[in-house]
């Protein structure tokens, strides 16, 4: 080992003029050794172990060394291994360095002095109280000097070890005081220049002090100096940003999680930045009784913001403290959310110049609102419509959104509002010109409200409630307003008058229109409308649904067809292109390269337009690589023109200049064109999906109200076609329709009131059709399970409960009844040689409903002596297994026939030149299962006839028994059991 160290001393020490590189790269690979020495355990309190410190002393007095670090950090693993009765050895080796002192100390001879306290305080004491001003190092004495040393201390991307020990040592100490370390640290290290350093200081110290002083340190001094000091690198963003989090949320005392907020809040957004995650996990912890005092103080701050910094960056603050309040009032009581839902009324849609007695919370923003906010305010105000339509006072209460006095919170908020309309000091952003209709609105909402709130209708409270939203957007959109207000009207009217007209179509469709409107505060209104009056649904007012649906997805289909057509036209276009640009010998190269980059734009284009939740994105992607392209186009154009018109005149380059300049204006519109096209096709889209996500949710709610009955079972086939379309085979269309599925298919026996009888006629055999014919195993199973939820609801109607099951001519029926509602897809299943069945689905037939076995094996051993194909017939031996593997005594009636079904399949497969040996085995198989099961039942057998003997007996002379000795032995052992 000496000889080793020797040499790593030979070899990687510098001597002589050697540049600062190679002077890190020769350390590099001396701590490299030496490392690797400690970690075999070969520096244990000997020679070579304190010979090794001596060096690593020296290199760490090295002055502009990028490697200290790592020698540190080695040295100190040494130290580590260094028992305590050898800790004399090491002051002899570090004491002339240690009893300099304070007088030019650098970072790693503070942090060597630290660590030598915690070892061996007896020896350290010595030194410190002679050379380091005081008997204990990290005395608040000294916490000026140690700021001044550590400073210099460069945390760029993570904590340093230096600064680790040297923080370690002052908070572990007994003397460690809190605000003077605050004081001195930060006053001194804020003056130098990295700034990193003092933040990662101000974590260290909020992670060791206690919960009662926490409020303390981070208001008075954490938020003061981040005031100052901003941190650069992300890293040390990051970690701080966890590291304040973590703290924070185990506080228990909401007061304290208040005031750090409050702090936090005040300082400028651009410093508040780096406090996102912490301002999260702080709102997040809040409990309910702190909600409103939170609120206040969001709101506070939002309307007076700093104005230190930009706009851009004061807008995206206010728009953080509105995110931060809807994160809070998410569960809160609805009382908060009508008071913050007012405030975002207010600033949406008034320009508040003073104050109001009704609205002491509200006063003039400072500065004044950007669009951008004001429109970030709408969208949080149609928010908590949203949850104020959704909420009420009392938890039991079946009237959603209603306050203690049986009136709507949107009513609230409404009356309350039209005290601003006589205040000057609250200006309308927009002017309402249609008065008429407003004084219209309202006369109907008071003659609702003059009704007790137990007598009234559904359709009463739907049509407040579509009155009421009408009138919220008089202050945004007031052309569609008064278009909306004029339908409901004329709707409401007629149900007024008590018009002989079916009310609930009417409404329904009324509702359906609206579902199409640009308004997502109205799309939302819509459905908790339907959710009033659904519980009276006719069957017109689902087919109006329905149809809704077939519309919209035929709409879908044509935008699809167009986009094709226009990708069909692009590629014709390319290989014209191709095709004349060919004969230009100069210009091949250049042309192909382009043809292949519009080959890989389009398929990126496919790519993109799969996904329709970030359709708007990629279609703003698109443009901007088209656009890129076209530069690139027009300037190798350009570029190609030069050349060729080098040796030209300079009238014709005079006309030739003008006509490409028009040819390249008319590309560029042509560009432009097709961009605005391509864009509003896309939001076309995304609109046709947005109305099918709602109209489906008329449909859930259909499903959760009327349970399983004849209306759902009409649905079903619309609702597949859905699941099985290759352009919803994702998406929120997809995700919407399992929803509805998995709802539908949960539900309970008594929510199973579907006539059989009549499902039977008309929408069964959609349903078997569609199964026969899709290639979608998903959609295919969901078919599947609707079936079988039928026949579940058949088989509750005909089995009155506490009565003995008997074998009677109406369980025969009810048998027969139910198989066939599969018997077409069995049919498929062997006849069709390309069929989409798979066996698993019968299996599933057979362990769910046991009565049809019977059905099922008499259908399955006719099919085995049709003329099908043999793997068809194997599958139908293997579903024979399966229907023998439950030990029914109801198959065993059936059992002659099985037996003449494996005859026929044993001779044929006999008569093949190279019979398969899995076949035959399979067929001896079942029958030894059906001797099996009746003897496991204690049922008589009926002996082999001699035709199925003389097939049986065959197998175990013929040839293939030669090869495969276990098909004798099968043989045997059937002839064996029949006797």
């Not at 100052?228 to 228990?252: L, T």
């Not at 009784?289 to 004061?314: G, H, M, P, R, Y």
């Not at 006095?405 to 509002?417: A, F, N, T």
């Amino acid at each position: 080992v000496q000889e080793v160290f020797a040499l790593c001393k030979e070899t990687n020490l510098p001597s002589g003029h050697v540049s600062q590189k190679e002077i890190r790269d020769l350390y590099t690979g001396f701590v490299f050794c030496v490392s690797a020495l400690q970690r075999s355990n070969r520096l244990k309190d000997n020679d070579l172990c304190f010979e090794v410190l001596k060096e690593l002393l020296q290199i760490l007095l090295k002055k502009k060394l990028t490697i200290k670090d790592v020698v540190f950090k080695v040295l100190l693993d040494i130290l580590d291994s260094v028992q305590p009765e050898s800790m004399v050895k090491v002051f002899e080796i570090f004491g002339e360095e240690l009893k300099k002192g304070w007088v030019e100390c650098s970072p790693e001879r503070l942090a060597l002095m630290s660590y030598l306290e915690k070892r061996d305080a007896s020896n350290a004491g010595k030194i410190i109280k002679k050379h380091w001003n005081f008997s204990h190092l990290h005395h608040p004495h000294n916490y000026e000097n140690i700021a001044n040393v550590v400073k210099s201390i460069h945390c760029e991307d993570r904590v340093k070890p230096q600064l680790s020990i040297i923080l370690d040592g002052c908070t572990s100490s007994p003397h460690f005081k809190i605000k003077k370390a605050s004081k001195y640290f930060f006053s001194v290290m804020e003056s130098g220049e990295n700034r990193n350093t003092v933040i990662f200081t101000m974590v260290h110290f909020l992670n060791c002090i206690s919960d009662d002083k926490v409020d303390s340190f981070v208001c008075k001094n954490m938020s003061d100096h981040l005031l100052k000091v901003h941190p650069s690198s992300p890293d040390c963003i990051s970690n701080m940003s966890d590291a304040v989090s973590k703290r924070v949320s185990s506080v228990e005392s909401i007061e304290t999680k208040v005031s750090i907020a409050k702090s936090f809040l005040a300082l400028t957004p651009r410093r508040l930045s780096c406090l996102h995650k912490v301002l999260d996990v702080l709102f997040d912890s809040i409990s309910s009784d702190a909600t409103e005092n939170c609120v206040s103080l969001l709101e506070s701050f939002f309307i007076k913001s700093k104005n230190e910094d930009s706009s851009k960056i004061t807008s995206e603050f206010r728009i953080d403290c509105l995110s931060w309040v809807m994160q809070i009032i998410r569960h809160s009581s609805p009382k908060i959310v009508h008071q913050f839902t007012k405030f975002l009324f207010i600033y949406s849609y008034f320009e508040v110049k003073g104050e109001c007695k009704e609205y002491p919370q509200v006063k003039p923003a400072e500065p004044e609102l950007s669009p951008a906010t004001i429109t970030f305010c709408k969208a949080k105000f149609n928010s908590c419509l949203k949850l104020l339509t959704t909420q009420s006072a009392d938890e039991g209460s079946k009237r959603k959104g209603v306050a203690d006095d049986g009136r709507y919170w949107v009513y609230h908020l409404m009356s309350s509002s039209l005290v601003l309309f006589t205040n000057e000091q609250f200006p309308m952003l927009c002017d309402i010109t249609g008065f008429e209709e407003w004084t219209a609105l309202w006369s109907v909402i008071d003659e609702i409200e003059a009704k007790s709130p137990d007598s009234r209708s559904n359709e009463d409270w739907a049509f407040e409630l579509l009155f009421l939203h009408a009138g919220i957007l008089f202050f945004d959109e007031q052309e569609q307003a008064k278009f909306v207000l004029n339908d409901v009207f004329q709707c409401y009217e007629k149900h007024k008058t008590g018009s002989t007209e079916n009310w609930r179509s009417i409404l329904v469709d009324l509702l359906i229109s609206i579902l199409s409107y640009e308004s997502l505060m109205l799309r939302n209104m819509a459905c908790e409308c339907f959710k009033m009056v659904c519980h009276d649904l006719d069957s017109e007012s689902i087919q109006l649904i329905m149809a809704a649906l077939e519309s919209s997805d035929k709409d879908d289909e044509e935008i699809e067809d167009e986009e094709m057509d226009d990708e069909s036209g692009s590629d014709d276009n390319e290989a014209d292109s191709e095709n004349e640009e060919s004969s230009d010998e100069g210009n091949v190269k250049e042309d192909e390269d382009e043809d292949e980059d519009e080959e890989e734009e389009d398929s990126d284009e496919d790519d993109e337009e799969d996904d329709e939740e970030d359709l708007k994105s990629d279609v703003e992607a698109e443009d901007e690589k088209e656009e890129a392209k076209g530069v690139m186009a027009d300037d190798e154009n350009e570029s190609e023109e030069d050349i060729n018109l080098d040796d030209a005149d300079e009238d014709e380059l005079q006309k030739e200049d003008a006509s490409l300049g028009a040819a390249i204006k008319y590309c560029i519109n042509l560009k432009k064109e097709k961009k605005q096209e391509k864009k509003k096709k896309a939001l076309k889209k995304v609109k046709m999906v947005h109305f099918k996500v709602k109209i489906l949710d008329f449909v859930e709610i259909i499903v959760k109200d009327i349970g399983f009955s004849s209306a759902t079972m009409n649905i079903l086939p619309k609702l597949l076609q859905l699941v099985s379309s290759p352009t919803a085979a994702s998406g929120p269309v997809y995700d919407k329709v399992l929803s509805i599925f998995k709802n539908m298919l949960a539900m309970k026996s008594d929510s199973l009131t579907v006539n059989f009888e009549e499902s039977l006629k008309t929408d069964v055999p959609a349903i078997q059709d569609f199964i026969i014919k899709t290639a979608n195993r998903k959609a295919q199973q969901l078919a599947i399970q609707s079936l079988f939820m039928l026949c579940k609801a058949h088989l509750n109607a005909a089995e009155p409960k506490k009565k003995k099951r008997r074998v009677s001519k109406k369980v025969t029926s009810i048998a027969t009844q139910i198989y066939s509602v599969f018997s077409p897809i069995l049919n498929d299943f062997f006849k069709n040689k390309n069929t989409k069945q798979d066996k698993n689905l019968f299996f599933q037939i057979i362990e769910r409903f046991p009565i049809i076995r019977p059905n099922f094996v008499q259908d399955v051993t006719s099919f085995i002596n049709q003329d099908i194909t043999i793997y068809a017939k194997m599958q139908a031996i293997t579903l024979l297994q399966r229907v023998l593997s439950f030990a029914d005594q109801s198959v065993l009636s059936s059992q002659d026939q099985i037996l003449d079904a494996v005859k026929s399949l044993l001779s044929k497969l006999l008569e093949n030149e190279k019979p398969s040996p899995h076949h035959i085995r399979e067929c001896l198989k079942l029958c030894s299962k059906l001797h099996a099961v009746s003897a496991k039942l204690e049922l008589p057998l009926n002996s082999l006839s001699s035709d199925v003997k003389d097939v049986v007996e065959s197998v175990g002379f013929s040839e293939i028994a030669i090869k495969f000795p276990d098909l004798a032995n099968l043989s045997k052992k059937v002839l064996s059991c029949y006797g």
